[in-house]
């Protein structure tokens, strides 16, 4: 019913930004909670930021201080703005929303997901 489309994934030298955007089709984005979420093969997917519809964001402590976000529900897209990327920051970035005000940094409560965008991060 709800399909997000993440992009702005590149590739960057250590020290770079990156902005990913994620859109959504739903008409009521402004009543869903919108997270990002990342996977390095080998790796559990990783919670990396949430934004309820209300409220300040959450962010994983290993993206705090450098990766900042932000929600324009007139366009129905989220943002991520990624500072001072480390290689550790590559993988294959999604967006995940579940209608409703309660976030999770689990990623099985969400009922939607993106394709992903890759992120790759040269030292």
């Known amino acids: 019913q709800v399909q997000l489309d993440e992009s702005g994934g590149g590739l960057v030298q250590a020290g770079g930004s990156l902005r990913l955007s994620c859109a959504a089709s739903?008409?009521?984005?402004?009543?869903?909670?919108v997270a990002w979420f990342r996977r390095t093969p080998g790796k559990e997917r990783e919670f990396v930021a949430a934004?309820?519809?209300?409220?300040?964001?959450e962010y994983a402590n290993s993206v705090k201080g450098r990766f900042t976000g932000s929600r324009d529900n007139a366009k129905n897209t989220v943002y991520l703005q990624m500072n001072k990327l480390t290689p550790e920051d590559t993988a294959v970035y999604y967006c995940a929303a579940d209608r409703g005000s309660v976030y999770s940094r689990t990623y099985d409560m969400y009922a939607y997901w993106g394709q992903g965008t890759q992120v790759t991060v040269s030292s």
């Open positions: 739903t008409r009521t984005f402004s009543d869903y909670t």
């Open positions: 934004f309820r519809p209300s409220g300040n964001p």
